[in-house]
């Protein structure tokens, strides 16, 4: 079983800066890809980064590329995504997700989740 617990969420105004952390725990292989979503009240969950099990590979969606950074530190069994430059439209729960698919853009890819963490970004 894996567990997946994010942290960091917060308040912030827009143009801040937030860091948030995916900590892994269980039966975790590191050969695990790791993402990043968010869900907005009203909206559908959608893809915001992910990164391969080397950390080699990072993808992220075309609305936080150049603000958010997804890493990983598999010593640790964590991966983190720095976020700049908020905006209110960042505003959303945003989830870690692990999974073994090579195709990391889609949701039901994904065969772990966490709880969630809220992230509100006011202007």
């Known amino acids: 079983q894996v567990q997946l617990v994010e942290s960091g969420g917060g308040l912030v105004q827009a143009g801040g800066s937030l860091r948030l952390s995916c900590a892994a725990s269980?039966?975790?292989?590191?050969?695990?890809?790791m993402g990043w979503f968010r869900q907005a009240p009203g909206k559908e969950r959608e893809f915001v980064a992910a990164i391969s099990w080397g950390g080699g590979s990072t993808y992220y969606a075309d609305s936080v590329k150049g603000r958010f950074t997804i890493s990983r530190d598999n010593a640790k069994n964590t991966v983190y995504l720095q976020m700049n430059s908020l905006k209110p439209e960042d505003t959303a729960v945003y989830y870690c997700?692990?999974?073994?698919?090579?195709?990391?853009?889609?949701?039901?890819?994904?065969?772990?989740w966490g709880q969630g963490t809220q992230v509100t970004v006011s202007s």
């Open positions: 997700a692990a999974t073994l698919s090579m195709s990391r853009l889609t949701a039901s890819n994904y065969d772990y």
């Open positions: 269980g039966r975790f292989p590191s050969s695990y890809a």
